[in-house]
T-cell receptor, first 113, second 110 residues
Framework: DTEVTQTPKHLVMGMTNKKSLKCEQH?????MYWYKQKAKKPPELMFV???????INESVPSRFSPECPNSSLLNLHLHALQPEDSALYLC????????????FGQGTRLTVV | GQQVMQIPQYQHVQEGEDFTTYCNSS?????IQWYKQRPGGHPVFLIQ?????EVKKQKRLTFQFGEAKKNSSLHITATQTTDVGTYFC??????????FGEGTQLTVNP
Protein backbone atom coordinates (compact mmCIF):
# COMPACT_ATOMS: atom_id res chain seq x y z
CA ASP A 1 0.00 0.00 0.00
CA THR A 2 1.71 3.19 -1.21
CA GLU A 3 -1.22 5.49 -0.65
CA VAL A 4 -1.78 8.55 1.48
CA THR A 5 -5.51 8.91 2.02
CA GLN A 6 -7.08 12.26 2.79
CA THR A 7 -10.64 13.01 3.83
CA PRO A 8 -12.75 14.80 2.95
CA LYS A 9 -11.93 15.48 -0.70
CA HIS A 10 -13.93 18.69 -0.69
CA LEU A 11 -14.99 20.92 2.20
CA VAL A 12 -16.98 24.13 2.34
CA MET A 13 -17.03 25.86 5.69
CA GLY A 14 -18.11 29.15 7.15
CA MET A 15 -15.78 31.47 8.97
CA THR A 16 -17.25 30.51 12.34
CA ASN A 17 -17.14 26.76 11.76
CA LYS A 18 -14.76 24.20 13.23
CA LYS A 19 -13.73 21.35 10.98
CA SER A 20 -10.93 18.81 10.71
CA LEU A 21 -8.96 17.39 7.82
CA LYS A 22 -7.73 13.84 8.13
CA CYS A 23 -4.78 12.03 6.61
CA GLU A 24 -3.78 8.38 6.89
CA GLN A 25 -0.89 6.28 5.62
CA HIS A 26 0.06 2.66 6.25
CA UNK A 27 3.53 2.65 4.74
CA UNK A 28 5.27 2.81 8.11
CA UNK A 29 6.47 6.32 7.36
CA UNK A 30 7.59 8.29 10.40
CA UNK A 31 7.41 11.78 8.90
CA MET A 32 4.15 13.44 7.93
CA TYR A 33 3.53 16.85 6.44
CA TRP A 34 0.80 19.39 5.80
CA TYR A 35 1.11 21.62 2.74
CA LYS A 36 -1.14 24.39 1.45
CA GLN A 37 -1.39 24.91 -2.30
CA LYS A 38 -3.07 27.84 -4.02
CA ALA A 39 -4.05 27.63 -7.68
CA LYS A 40 -1.07 27.70 -10.08
CA LYS A 41 1.36 27.88 -7.14
CA PRO A 42 3.72 25.35 -5.58
CA PRO A 43 2.90 23.56 -2.33
CA GLU A 44 3.84 25.60 0.74
CA LEU A 45 4.98 23.72 3.81
CA MET A 46 2.87 24.28 6.93
CA PHE A 47 3.82 21.60 9.46
CA VAL A 48 6.12 18.61 9.78
CA UNK A 49 5.74 15.77 12.26
CA UNK A 50 8.61 13.43 12.87
CA UNK A 51 8.00 10.34 15.01
CA UNK A 52 4.66 11.84 16.07
CA UNK A 53 6.26 15.01 17.38
CA UNK A 54 5.87 18.43 15.80
CA UNK A 55 9.18 19.17 14.15
CA ILE A 56 8.48 22.21 12.02
CA ASN A 57 5.78 24.90 12.20
CA GLU A 58 6.26 27.39 9.40
CA SER A 59 4.74 30.26 11.39
CA VAL A 60 1.25 29.09 10.54
CA PRO A 61 -1.62 31.08 12.14
CA SER A 62 -3.12 29.44 15.21
CA ARG A 63 -6.46 28.98 13.45
CA PHE A 64 -4.72 25.91 11.96
CA SER A 65 -3.95 23.30 14.60
CA PRO A 66 -2.18 20.07 13.65
CA GLU A 67 -2.39 16.82 15.56
CA CYS A 68 -0.64 13.49 15.12
CA PRO A 69 -2.51 10.89 17.21
CA ASN A 70 -0.27 8.02 16.08
CA SER A 71 2.29 7.14 13.45
CA SER A 72 -0.37 6.53 10.78
CA LEU A 73 -2.67 9.48 11.30
CA LEU A 74 -2.38 13.21 10.88
CA ASN A 75 -5.14 15.72 11.45
CA LEU A 76 -5.47 19.42 10.76
CA HIS A 77 -8.04 21.18 12.90
CA LEU A 78 -9.53 24.34 11.42
CA HIS A 79 -11.22 27.14 13.33
CA ALA A 80 -12.27 30.67 12.44
CA LEU A 81 -10.74 30.53 8.98
CA GLN A 82 -10.72 33.39 6.51
CA PRO A 83 -11.73 33.29 2.83
CA GLU A 84 -8.05 33.65 1.86
CA ASP A 85 -7.44 30.28 3.53
CA SER A 86 -9.33 28.62 0.69
CA ALA A 87 -6.87 26.30 -1.02
CA LEU A 88 -5.91 22.70 -1.67
CA TYR A 89 -4.52 21.17 1.53
CA LEU A 90 -2.11 18.36 0.86
CA CYS A 91 -0.88 15.77 3.29
CA UNK A 92 2.36 13.94 2.57
CA UNK A 93 4.48 11.32 4.23
CA UNK A 94 8.04 10.08 3.91
CA UNK A 95 10.02 7.26 5.44
CA UNK A 96 11.84 9.70 7.69
CA UNK A 97 12.14 13.46 7.79
CA UNK A 98 14.93 14.40 5.45
CA UNK A 99 16.36 13.00 2.26
CA UNK A 100 13.57 10.70 1.17
CA UNK A 101 10.78 10.97 -1.34
CA UNK A 102 7.44 12.32 -0.23
CA UNK A 103 4.17 10.59 -1.05
CA PHE A 104 1.30 13.04 -1.39
CA GLY A 105 -2.37 12.45 -0.77
CA GLN A 106 -4.97 13.67 -3.22
CA GLY A 107 -5.69 16.68 -1.06
CA THR A 108 -8.72 18.37 0.44
CA ARG A 109 -10.06 21.26 -1.57
CA LEU A 110 -11.21 23.75 1.06
CA THR A 111 -13.50 26.69 0.42
CA VAL A 112 -14.13 29.19 3.21
CA VAL A 113 -17.26 31.26 2.76
CA GLY B 1 15.93 32.24 3.19
CA GLN B 2 16.40 29.59 0.57
CA GLN B 3 14.89 30.32 -2.82
CA VAL B 4 14.42 27.95 -5.71
CA MET B 5 13.67 29.58 -9.03
CA GLN B 6 12.23 27.60 -11.90
CA ILE B 7 11.83 28.56 -15.54
CA PRO B 8 9.94 28.73 -17.76
CA GLN B 9 6.63 29.24 -16.00
CA TYR B 10 4.70 27.90 -18.99
CA GLN B 11 5.68 25.83 -22.00
CA HIS B 12 3.47 24.88 -24.92
CA VAL B 13 4.83 22.25 -27.32
CA GLN B 14 3.62 20.17 -30.20
CA GLU B 15 3.53 16.47 -29.54
CA GLY B 16 6.90 15.01 -30.45
CA GLU B 17 8.88 18.13 -29.55
CA ASP B 18 11.34 18.19 -26.67
CA PHE B 19 10.83 20.07 -23.40
CA THR B 20 13.20 21.31 -20.73
CA THR B 21 12.61 23.00 -17.38
CA TYR B 22 15.38 24.52 -15.26
CA CYS B 23 15.81 25.12 -11.54
CA ASN B 24 18.27 27.39 -9.80
CA SER B 25 18.86 27.68 -6.09
CA SER B 26 20.28 30.61 -4.19
CA UNK B 27 22.12 28.18 -1.91
CA UNK B 28 23.90 24.86 -2.29
CA UNK B 29 21.48 21.96 -2.06
CA UNK B 30 21.99 18.62 -0.37
CA UNK B 31 19.60 17.09 -2.86
CA ILE B 32 16.90 18.01 -5.32
CA GLN B 33 13.65 16.22 -6.08
CA TRP B 34 11.32 16.47 -9.04
CA TYR B 35 7.55 16.09 -8.91
CA LYS B 36 4.81 16.04 -11.52
CA GLN B 37 1.31 17.30 -10.83
CA ARG B 38 -1.39 16.55 -13.37
CA PRO B 39 -4.26 19.06 -13.72
CA GLY B 40 -6.58 18.56 -10.75
CA GLY B 41 -4.17 16.07 -9.21
CA HIS B 42 -1.53 15.93 -6.53
CA PRO B 43 2.27 16.02 -6.76
CA VAL B 44 3.81 12.68 -7.65
CA PHE B 45 7.47 12.02 -6.95
CA LEU B 46 9.61 11.44 -10.04
CA ILE B 47 13.22 11.31 -8.85
CA GLN B 48 15.81 12.50 -6.36
CA UNK B 49 19.31 13.66 -7.28
CA UNK B 50 22.01 13.77 -4.63
CA UNK B 51 25.47 13.80 -6.20
CA UNK B 52 27.22 16.68 -7.88
CA UNK B 53 26.92 16.32 -11.67
CA GLU B 54 24.49 13.43 -11.38
CA VAL B 55 22.46 12.44 -14.44
CA LYS B 56 19.53 10.04 -14.24
CA LYS B 57 17.21 8.80 -16.94
CA GLN B 58 13.69 7.44 -16.80
CA LYS B 59 12.60 6.42 -20.29
CA ARG B 60 12.15 9.76 -22.12
CA LEU B 61 12.98 11.87 -19.03
CA THR B 62 16.53 12.99 -18.25
CA PHE B 63 17.37 14.68 -14.97
CA GLN B 64 20.60 16.53 -14.22
CA PHE B 65 22.11 18.00 -11.06
CA GLY B 66 24.71 20.70 -11.53
CA GLU B 67 28.33 20.39 -10.48
CA ALA B 68 27.87 23.09 -7.84
CA LYS B 69 24.62 21.47 -6.64
CA LYS B 70 22.76 24.73 -7.17
CA ASN B 71 20.94 23.96 -10.39
CA SER B 72 19.05 21.13 -12.00
CA SER B 73 17.14 20.40 -15.16
CA LEU B 74 14.49 18.02 -16.43
CA HIS B 75 14.44 17.22 -20.14
CA ILE B 76 11.66 15.29 -21.85
CA THR B 77 12.40 13.88 -25.29
CA ALA B 78 9.58 13.60 -27.83
CA THR B 79 6.74 14.77 -25.61
CA GLN B 80 3.45 12.93 -25.53
CA THR B 81 0.02 14.14 -24.45
CA THR B 82 0.42 12.10 -21.27
CA ASP B 83 3.29 14.41 -20.26
CA VAL B 84 0.85 17.27 -19.65
CA GLY B 85 1.05 18.73 -16.15
CA THR B 86 3.11 20.97 -13.91
CA TYR B 87 6.65 19.91 -13.13
CA PHE B 88 8.09 21.08 -9.82
CA CYS B 89 11.63 20.90 -8.61
CA UNK B 90 12.09 20.86 -4.85
CA UNK B 91 15.42 21.56 -3.26
CA UNK B 92 16.63 20.63 0.17
CA UNK B 93 19.45 22.29 2.07
CA UNK B 94 21.23 20.68 4.98
CA UNK B 95 18.13 21.43 7.01
CA UNK B 96 14.99 19.43 6.64
CA UNK B 97 12.85 21.80 4.61
CA UNK B 98 12.00 21.03 1.03
CA UNK B 99 11.55 24.26 -0.95
CA PHE B 100 9.51 23.96 -4.12
CA GLY B 101 10.18 25.93 -7.25
CA GLU B 102 7.27 27.79 -8.86
CA GLY B 103 6.75 24.97 -11.35
CA THR B 104 6.62 24.75 -15.13
CA GLN B 105 3.20 24.09 -16.62
CA LEU B 106 3.54 21.96 -19.74
CA THR B 107 0.83 21.68 -22.36
CA VAL B 108 1.20 19.37 -25.33
CA ASN B 109 -0.79 19.91 -28.51
CA PRO B 110 -1.59 16.64 -30.30
Amino acid sequence: DTEVTQTPKHLVMGMTNKKSLKCEQHMGHRAMYWYKQKAKKPPELMFVYSYEKLSINESVPSRFSPECPNSSLLNLHLHALQPEDSALYLCASSRIQGNTEAFFGQGTRLTVV
Amino acid sequence: GQQVMQIPQYQHVQEGEDFTTYCNSSTTLSNIQWYKQRPGGHPVFLIQLVKSGEVKKQKRLTFQFGEAKKNSSLHITATQTTDVGTYFCAGRTSGSRLTFGEGTQLTVNP
